[in-house]
């Protein structure tokens, strides 16, 4: 059974006047490529990279530095073996002796993990029987990560064994494409994704646990591991009416966005012994306006205080999300932007943000000012 909204609770819809202000201003701009532009991350995993960033657009992986002054330097590429490779998501992760790795996937389905302090590929993974729309690193055990495909399935990956450890998919999966994925930030076993079915579902992999801890001690071939699937989420949210193509965990809360020019915030509300029955309630509205095209990400800072996300003409819209009403703090737009926003990326303290683009720009706005 699908939640829905109860009667009688309104939502409260932000507004597009920013209240408290904040001024960005382009810093840089730079061309990659000819090809789109579709994932753009900052390192959270590590204290030592805060600065440096990841993005990925056609066969190409590349990590840059933001310096001061708005200097953006190149510090590696990796170009995939496949010239028709397609990437479209990008996270990092790391090994369990802490060094960075990227984590890429992409049309072809396979994921590809980058040993960024070896600078040369670590491992492979086929699974997938379809395209890799999403990939997240777990933050409190980085070397897990869960890619969503086009193929209906989420899989949770150990990216230092190289095994797959369970599938989300089965009775009651996704009837479509997932487009999005997200760990919760402090419930090691809970896990949302969102897709093409116009459904966001929440998962738990508790009872699975024992086999995400064989996953770290597995001597035998990846392939000889005993993956498990997942069938049944916890919960079955229809908070929207359309493809919802990016979802992010608030806390206990969800962020959830579709191609209806919107984010919501949403509580989630299970029913421990019925799994996928609850109900959502729809908290707070965000509008987005030109944002009706799919394949939109947001992005945080790192503490979650604000979110950052474009729209198809190139605009970017800061929002506060721990406020109510919801705060808009900054709408930014620059005469040369015009192309459709991918994904956004924002720094640790939410200074800096980061914008690709379909014609294979990157964009860089720093703050110059605050005002409330």
């Known amino acids: 059974m699908a939640a829905r909204v109860p009667l009688g609770c309104e939502p409260v819809v932000g507004s597009l006047t920013p209240s408290r202000k904040k001024e960005y201003r382009v ?138 450890i369970l599938v989300f998919a089965g009775a009651g999966g996704h009837r479509n494409e997932v487009l999005s994925v997200d760990f919760h930030p402090t419930d090691i076993y809970r896990i949302a994704s969102c897709g093409m079915d116009n459904t966001v579902k929440i998962w738990s992999m508790k009872e699975f646990w024992t086999y995400v801890e064989k996953s770290f001690t597995w001597t035998d071939l990846p392939s000889k591991f005993p993956t498990k699937y997942v069938q049944f989420p916890l919960l079955i949210a229809s908070v929207h009416n359309n493809y919802v193509d990016c979802n992010r965990w608030l806390g206990d809360f969800i962020l959830s966005k579709s191609v209806d020019n919107e984010i919501l915030l949403w509580e989630p509300k299970m029913k421990e012994q019925s799994a996928g029955e609850g109900t959502s309630d729809v908290l707070q509205k965000y509008p987005v306006p030109e944002c009706d095209i799919w394949f939109i990400k947001l992005s945080f800072d790192y503490h979650y205080k604000t979110a950052a996300i474009g729209n198809r003409e190139g605009k970017i819209f800061v929002w506060e999300v721990q406020t109510s009403p919801p705060t808009l703090i900054a709408k930014l737009s620059h005469v040369q932007s015009k192309q459709p926003i991918r994904q956004t990326a924002m720094s640790f303290d939410g200074s800096t943000i980061l914008s690709c683009c379909e014609d294979g720009t990157i964009w860089r706005w720093d703050v110059v000012a605050t005002t409330f």
């Open 27 to 164: 810093t840089n701009r730079l061309q990659e490529g000819k090809r789109p532009l579709y994932g753009v991350v900052f390192n959270f995993i590590d204290s030592r990279y805060f600065n440096v960033f990841a993005t990925v657009g056609g066969n190409r992986v590349t990590v840059y530095q933001c310096l001061e002054g708005g200097v953006i330097a190149v510090l590696q590429s990796y170009i995939d073996e496949d010239k028709d490779e397609s990437f479209y998501t990008v996270s990092w992760a790391c090994n369990i002796d802490g060094s960075p790795f990227l984590v890429a996937g992409g049309i072809n389905g396979v994921i590809r993990v980058i040993d960024a302090g070896k600078e040369k590929l670590h491992k492979s993974f086929v699974g997938h029987g379809d395209s890799v729309n999403e990939i997240r690193t777990q933050p409190l055990k980085p070397s897990l990560v869960l890619s969503a495909s086009k193929d209906e399935s989420v899989r949770l990956w150990n990216v230092h064994t190289g095994i797959c």
